[in-house]
């Protein structure tokens, strides 16, 4: 039998005594800066068997986010960093910036995870875990410091606010 197939039987009879956990995202931290761009801090945690495919290279979470917030920006979302409990996300032009009067206001757009979930299925271990991609928290976070926070939702509204001076 060569290695492979003994690492995967290996896998999956763990997999089948280990109390069925998964991928659940703790928090998500969204900090916009004056032009618009975002730096989204994403915390998780891997079950086992989502760790072992990622150490095996069998699923990349970095590829993974950056497909997710890419329909986000009209230019290239970059993931600078991902390990197996956090990744960083950077995306140009997040949020649409707009002045009148003298104000200047920023929308974010509306984002849902669902999407995420059907990248998760096509995974070989899907059947095996129960993700969970509703943030515990999220924090979306202007350049004058205001904060819209988010418990527990898969999907977030459009979030506007006028900038304080």
Same mark, same amino acid.
């Given at each position: 039998?060569?290695?492979?197939?003994?690492a995967?039987?290996t896998f999956?009879?763990l997999?089948a005594?280990?109390?069925?956990?998964?991928?659940?995202?703790?928090s998500?931290?969204?900090?916009?800066?004056?032009?618009g761009d975002?730096e989204?801090?994403?915390?998780?945690?891997?079950s086992?068997i989502?760790q072992?495919?990622v150490f095996?290279?069998i699923?990349?979470?970095a590829?993974e986010?950056?497909?997710?917030?890419?329909s986000y920006?009209?230019? $290239?979302v970059?993931? /600078?960093?991902? #390990? %197996?409990?956090s990744a960083l996300v950077?995306?140009? =032009?997040?949020?649409?910036v707009?002045?009148?009067?003298?104000?200047?206001?920023?929308?974010?757009?509306?984002?849902?995870?669902a999407k995420?979930q059907?990248?998760m299925?096509?995974?070989?271990?899907a059947p095996?875990?129960? $993700?969970d991609?509703? /943030?515990?928290? #999220? %924090?979306v976070?202007?350049p004058?410091?205001h904060? =819209?926070?988010?418990?527990?939702t898969l999907s977030l509204?459009?979030?506007s606010?006028?900038?304080?001076?």
């Amino acid at each position: 039998m060569d290695k492979f197939s003994l690492a995967l039987i290996t896998f999956c009879i763990l997999g089948a005594m280990l109390p069925v956990q998964a991928f659940t995202v703790t928090s998500l931290t969204i900090t916009l800066a004056p032009d618009g761009d975002a730096e989204v801090d994403m915390q998780y945690d891997l079950s086992f068997i989502e760790q072992s495919a990622v150490f095996f290279k069998i699923a990349d979470p970095a590829a993974e986010l950056k497909n997710a917030f890419d329909s986000y920006s009209p230019e $290239p979302v970059t993931v /600078p960093e991902a #390990t %197996s409990v956090s990744a960083l996300v950077l995306i140009p =032009a997040f949020a649409d910036v707009r002045s009148a009067t003298g104000k200047v206001t920023m929308v974010t757009p509306g984002l849902s995870f669902a999407k995420a979930q059907l990248a998760m299925d096509e995974y070989w271990f899907a059947p095996l875990i129960s $993700p969970d991609f509703s /943030p515990g928290i #999220t %924090s979306v976070i202007f350049p004058d410091g205001h904060k =819209a926070m988010y418990y527990n939702t898969l999907s977030l509204p459009s979030v506007s606010h006028t900038l304080q001076s």
